[in-house]
Protein backbone atom coordinates (compact mmCIF):
# COMPACT_ATOMS: atom_id res chain seq x y z
CA UNK A 1 0.00 0.00 0.00
CA UNK A 2 1.00 3.62 -0.53
CA UNK A 3 -0.02 6.05 1.99
CA UNK A 4 1.53 8.76 -0.09
CA UNK A 5 -0.55 8.59 -3.31
CA UNK A 6 -2.89 11.36 -4.17
CA UNK A 7 -5.41 8.36 -5.83
CA UNK A 8 -6.96 8.88 -9.28
CA UNK A 9 -9.42 11.75 -11.19
CA UNK A 10 -13.01 10.07 -11.84
CA UNK A 11 -15.14 11.29 -14.60
CA UNK A 12 -18.38 9.87 -13.73
CA UNK A 13 -21.43 9.64 -15.80
CA UNK A 14 -23.23 12.04 -13.93
CA UNK A 15 -22.12 14.95 -12.04
CA UNK A 16 -18.69 16.57 -12.11
CA UNK A 17 -15.64 14.63 -12.06
CA UNK A 18 -13.54 14.41 -8.87
CA UNK A 19 -10.55 13.07 -7.18
CA UNK A 20 -10.82 9.62 -5.54
CA UNK A 21 -7.82 8.30 -3.28
CA UNK A 22 -8.98 4.75 -2.23
CA UNK A 23 -6.46 4.22 0.14
CA UNK A 24 -4.01 1.29 -1.96
CA UNK A 25 -2.98 0.78 -5.40
CA UNK A 26 -5.10 -2.55 -5.90
CA UNK A 27 -8.33 -0.43 -5.35
CA UNK A 28 -7.93 2.32 -7.51
CA UNK A 29 -8.30 -0.83 -10.33
CA UNK A 30 -12.21 -0.98 -9.23
CA UNK A 31 -13.18 1.96 -11.09
CA UNK A 32 -12.75 0.49 -14.38
CA UNK A 33 -15.31 -2.20 -14.44
CA UNK A 34 -16.42 -5.30 -12.12
CA UNK A 35 -18.51 -8.60 -12.63
CA UNK A 36 -22.20 -8.37 -12.38
CA UNK A 37 -23.91 -5.46 -12.32
CA UNK A 38 -20.68 -3.60 -12.17
CA UNK A 39 -20.17 -4.51 -15.68
CA UNK A 40 -22.30 -1.73 -17.34
CA UNK A 41 -19.36 0.23 -15.76
CA UNK A 42 -16.76 -1.19 -18.01
CA UNK A 43 -13.95 0.62 -19.18
CA UNK A 44 -10.77 -1.41 -19.83
CA UNK A 45 -12.63 -2.73 -23.29
CA UNK A 46 -9.32 -2.62 -25.75
CA UNK A 47 -5.42 -3.09 -24.19
CA UNK A 48 -5.15 0.98 -24.79
CA UNK A 49 -7.63 1.43 -22.04
CA UNK A 50 -5.52 -0.60 -20.14
CA UNK A 51 -2.53 1.75 -20.79
CA UNK A 52 -4.03 5.00 -19.79
CA UNK A 53 -5.11 3.31 -16.43
CA UNK A 54 -1.56 2.10 -16.04
CA UNK A 55 -0.08 5.95 -16.77
CA UNK A 56 -2.92 7.38 -14.42
CA UNK A 57 -1.82 5.29 -11.52
CA UNK A 58 0.06 5.74 -8.34
CA UNK A 59 2.55 3.45 -9.89
CA UNK A 60 4.11 6.10 -12.52
CA UNK A 61 5.78 3.70 -14.42
CA UNK A 62 5.41 5.73 -17.67
CA UNK A 63 3.83 4.49 -20.83
CA UNK A 64 3.87 0.88 -20.63
CA UNK A 65 2.57 -1.69 -24.16
CA UNK A 66 -0.31 -3.93 -23.41
CA UNK A 67 -1.85 -7.22 -25.19
CA UNK A 68 -5.16 -8.57 -25.63
CA UNK A 69 -3.80 -11.36 -22.78
CA UNK A 70 -2.73 -8.81 -20.59
CA UNK A 71 -6.36 -7.20 -20.77
CA UNK A 72 -7.95 -10.03 -20.17
CA UNK A 73 -5.91 -10.38 -17.18
CA UNK A 74 -6.38 -7.04 -15.70
CA UNK A 75 -10.12 -7.60 -16.04
CA UNK A 76 -9.91 -11.03 -14.22
CA UNK A 77 -8.00 -9.62 -11.54
CA UNK A 78 -10.33 -6.38 -10.84
CA UNK A 79 -13.12 -8.63 -11.15
CA UNK A 80 -11.08 -10.89 -8.47
CA UNK A 81 -10.43 -7.94 -6.42
CA UNK A 82 -14.05 -6.90 -6.65
CA UNK A 83 -15.35 -9.84 -5.12
CA UNK A 84 -12.69 -10.07 -2.37
CA UNK A 85 -12.99 -6.19 -1.40
CA UNK A 86 -16.65 -6.36 -1.11
CA UNK A 87 -16.43 -9.61 1.29
CA UNK A 88 -13.95 -7.85 3.29
CA UNK A 89 -16.09 -4.86 3.71
CA UNK A 90 -18.77 -6.78 4.71
CA UNK A 91 -16.34 -8.96 7.44
CA UNK A 92 -16.56 -11.90 5.45
CA UNK A 93 -13.72 -14.23 4.26
CA UNK A 94 -13.91 -14.50 0.19
CA UNK A 95 -13.53 -17.38 -2.08
CA UNK A 96 -10.62 -19.46 -2.57
CA UNK A 97 -11.14 -19.24 -6.44
CA UNK A 98 -11.04 -15.23 -6.01
CA UNK A 99 -7.30 -15.51 -3.55
CA UNK A 100 -6.13 -17.75 -6.25
CA UNK A 101 -6.22 -15.38 -9.31
CA UNK A 102 -4.41 -12.70 -7.24
CA UNK A 103 -1.98 -15.39 -6.23
CA UNK A 104 -1.35 -16.24 -9.51
CA UNK A 105 -1.12 -12.26 -10.77
CA UNK A 106 1.62 -11.45 -8.04
CA UNK A 107 3.90 -14.70 -9.13
CA UNK A 108 5.48 -12.32 -12.40
CA UNK A 109 8.20 -9.96 -11.09
CA UNK A 110 6.66 -6.78 -10.58
CA UNK A 111 8.31 -3.37 -11.85
CA UNK A 112 11.85 -2.80 -10.26
CA UNK A 113 12.24 -0.03 -8.26
CA UNK A 114 15.16 2.39 -9.15
CA UNK A 115 16.92 4.97 -7.39
CA UNK A 116 18.17 8.06 -9.11
CA UNK A 117 21.75 10.30 -9.35
CA UNK A 118 20.39 12.38 -7.00
CA UNK A 119 19.94 9.92 -4.48
CA UNK A 120 15.52 10.38 -4.35
CA UNK A 121 13.19 7.52 -6.06
CA UNK A 122 13.18 7.14 -9.75
CA UNK A 123 10.20 6.40 -11.52
CA UNK A 124 11.04 1.79 -12.54
CA UNK A 125 12.74 1.17 -16.14
CA UNK A 126 10.99 -0.07 -18.78
CA UNK A 127 8.37 -2.49 -17.77
CA UNK A 128 4.98 -4.66 -18.89
CA UNK A 129 1.57 -4.42 -18.01
CA UNK A 130 2.11 -8.13 -15.94
CA UNK A 131 4.30 -6.16 -14.11
CA UNK A 132 2.22 -4.56 -13.07
CA UNK A 133 -0.43 -6.35 -12.28
CA UNK A 134 1.74 -8.02 -10.22
CA UNK A 135 2.26 -4.61 -8.37
CA UNK A 136 -1.34 -4.27 -7.75
CA UNK A 137 -2.16 -8.36 -6.63
CA UNK A 138 1.03 -8.23 -4.70
CA UNK A 139 -0.69 -4.82 -2.51
CA UNK A 140 -3.69 -6.63 -2.47
CA UNK A 141 -2.00 -9.41 -0.76
CA UNK A 142 -0.43 -6.64 1.62
CA UNK A 143 -3.71 -5.07 2.55
CA UNK A 144 -6.34 -8.57 3.01
CA UNK A 145 -3.18 -9.22 5.27
CA UNK A 146 -2.15 -6.59 7.06
CA UNK A 147 -3.21 -4.20 9.99
CA UNK A 148 -5.90 -2.43 7.61
CA UNK A 149 -7.75 -5.94 6.35
CA UNK A 150 -10.29 -4.78 8.50
CA UNK A 151 -10.65 -1.08 7.56
CA UNK A 152 -11.71 -1.39 4.19
CA UNK A 153 -15.34 0.27 3.53
CA UNK A 154 -18.22 0.94 0.84
CA UNK A 155 -18.71 4.72 0.31
CA UNK A 156 -21.21 5.80 2.70
CA UNK A 157 -23.23 7.17 -0.20
CA UNK A 158 -26.51 6.59 -0.79
CA UNK A 159 -26.13 5.66 -4.68
CA UNK A 160 -22.47 5.06 -4.29
CA UNK A 161 -20.28 1.56 -4.34
CA UNK A 162 -16.32 2.86 -4.95
CA UNK A 163 -14.37 0.94 -2.38
CA UNK A 164 -11.47 2.08 -0.04
CA UNK A 165 -9.40 1.72 2.86
CA UNK A 166 -9.65 4.12 5.78
CA UNK A 167 -5.79 4.79 6.57
CA UNK A 168 -7.15 8.00 8.73
CA UNK A 169 -6.04 8.09 12.14
CA UNK A 170 -9.71 7.57 13.79
CA UNK A 171 -10.80 5.20 11.10
CA UNK A 172 -13.95 7.14 11.02
CA UNK A 173 -13.83 7.82 6.86
CA UNK A 174 -17.25 7.51 5.60
CA UNK A 175 -17.18 8.31 1.97
CA UNK A 176 -14.95 8.22 -1.37
CA UNK A 177 -14.55 11.55 -1.45
CA UNK A 178 -15.54 14.75 0.68
CA UNK A 179 -15.63 16.41 -2.75
CA UNK A 180 -18.14 14.44 -4.12
CA UNK A 181 -20.13 12.08 -1.84
CA UNK A 182 -19.39 13.82 1.61
CA UNK A 183 -20.57 16.82 0.27
CA UNK A 184 -23.55 15.50 -1.04
CA UNK A 185 -24.38 14.47 2.36
CA UNK A 186 -24.40 17.54 3.49
CA UNK A 187 -26.75 19.32 1.26
CA UNK A 188 -29.08 16.82 1.78
CA UNK A 189 -28.87 17.17 5.57
CA UNK A 190 -29.00 20.73 5.06
CA UNK A 191 -32.47 20.86 3.17
CA UNK A 192 -33.89 18.00 5.45
CA UNK A 193 -33.09 20.28 8.47
CA UNK A 194 -34.45 23.70 6.55
CA UNK A 195 -37.44 21.54 5.60
CA UNK A 196 -38.11 19.99 8.85
CA UNK A 197 -37.34 23.44 10.61
CA UNK A 198 -40.15 25.51 7.83
CA UNK A 199 -42.86 22.60 9.10
CA UNK A 200 -43.32 24.18 12.60
Known amino acids: MDDA ?4 VLHPREGAAFRFDPGALCLELLPTGGPGAYARYEVLHRPADLADWIAACRLHTGEVSVDDSELAAARELRDALW ?8 GLAGTAE ?3 AVNRAAAVPPPAPRIGPDGRRAAPGPTTASAVLSAVARDAVDLFTGPYADRIRVCGGHDCQLHFVDTSRPGRRRW ?4 RCGNRHKVRALRARQAGGGEG
Do not use: K, P
Not at 5 to 8: D, E, N, R, S
Not at 84 to 90: D, N, P, Q, V, Y
Not at 176 to 179: I, K, L, Q
Open 5 to 8: ATGL
Open 83 to 90: RLTEARAA
Open 98 to 100: DYA
Open 176 to 179: CSME
